[in-house]
T-cell receptor
Framework: GAVVSQHPSRVICKSGTSVKIECRSL??????MFWYRQFPKQSLMLMAT?????????EQGVEKDKFLINHASLTLSTLTVTSAHPEDSSFYIC??????????FGPGTRLLVL | GESVGLHLPTLSVQEGDNSIINCAYS??????FIWYKQESGKGPQFIID?????DKRQGQRVTVLLNKTVKHLSLQIAATQPGDSAVYFC?????????????FGTGTRLKVLA
C-alpha cells in the first residue's frame, strides 16, 4: 500500500516553455501533497504544501507564479514549471500523506531545461 | 533549520559489518522522526520512524535511536549488505497549522565494500 506515482519520470524541454508534472496517490486518498526539489548531491528542499481544494502554501523563496501547483482531487496534484530556464533543471519529487504524518514519496521527475 | 548540503558525507563499511549513520536535528519541538533511503535517481523510501516519547525503535535489521537531550538521531543497520548502498536521510517534522512538514537532514552516503 501507500504507492505514489509521478509522470513523467524524465523530461527535457527548451528554455521558455512550461512543463507539467503529475503526482498521484494510487491506493490511498492524500489529504496533503508536498513538492520537493533536489539538486545533485544535496538534500530534499520543500517547495510547497498543497491540500486538496485549497491554494498551495509555498516555502520562502519559492516563486508561486513560476511553480504552479494544483491539487484538484484527493489523488492528484500537479506542478507546472512555467517559463522554464536551465537553472530550473533539477529532480522534482512529490510526496503524499493521509491523516498521519508519514509521507510516501513518488519516484521523482528529472527535468532538464536546455 | 533548513538543510543545505553541498557535499554528502560518506560512510564506507565492509559487507557484513554494522553501520551507524548519525543525524542532528534542529527543532526541539519536533516530535516525529523518520529515516529514508534514497537510491540514485529514485525517490526516498521509508525505512523506520520514531516518536519523541521513545528513545529506541527496532525494525528488521535496522534500529533508530533518539537522544532528545542533544537533538541527535542515529540509524543502525545490522549486517550491512550491498543492497544497503544508498544515501540515507533523516527527517524531522514540524507542524504548521495542522500540517506536518518535513525538514530533511543533509544526508549520508553509505558505501558497502565487498
Amino acid at each position: 500500500g501507500a504507492v505514489v506515482s509521478q509522470h513523467p519520470s524524465r523530461v527535457i524541454c527548451k528554455s521558455g516553455t512550461s512543463v507539467k508534472i503529475e503526482c498521484r496517490s494510487l491506493d490511498f486518498q492524500a489529504t496533503t501533497m508536498f513538492w520537493y526539489r533536489q539538486f545533485p548531491k544535496q538534500s530534499l528542499m520543500l517547495m510547497a504544501t498543497s491540500n486538496e481544494g485549497s491554494k498551495a502554501t509555498y516555502e520562502q523563496g519559492v516563486e508561486k507564479d513560476k511553480f504552479l501547483i494544483n491539487h484538484a482531487s484527493l489523488t492528484l496534484s500537479t506542478l507546472t514549471v512555467t517559463s522554464a530556464h536551465p537553472e530550473d533543471s533539477s529532480f522534482y519529487i512529490c510526496s503524499a500523506n493521509s491523516l498521519q504524518e508519514t509521507q510516501y514519496f513518488g519516484p521523482g521527475t528529472r527535468l532538464l531545461v536546455l | 533549520g533548513e538543510s543545505v548540503g553541498l557535499h554528502l558525507p560518506t560512510l564506507s563499511v565492509q559487507e557484513g559489518d554494522n553501520s551507524i549513520i548519525n543525524c542532528a536535528y534542529s527543532n526541539s519541538a519536533s516530535d516525529y522522526f523518520i529515516w529514508y533511503k534514497q537510491e540514485s535517481g529514485k525517490g526516498p523510501q521509508f525505512i523506520i520512524d520514531i516518536r519523541s516519547n521513545m528513545d529506541k525503535r527496532q525494525g528488521q535489521r535496522v534500529t533508530v535511536l533518539l537522544n532528545k537531550t542533544v537533538k541527535h538521531l542515529s540509524l543502525q543497520i545490522a549486517a550491512t549488505q550491498p543492497g544497503d548502498s544508498a544515501v540515507y536521510f533523516c527527517a524531522e517534522t514540524v507542524s504548521t497549522s495542522g500540517t506536518y512538514k518535513y525538514i530533511f537532514g543533509t544526508g549520508t552516503r553509505l558505501k558497502v565494500l565487498a
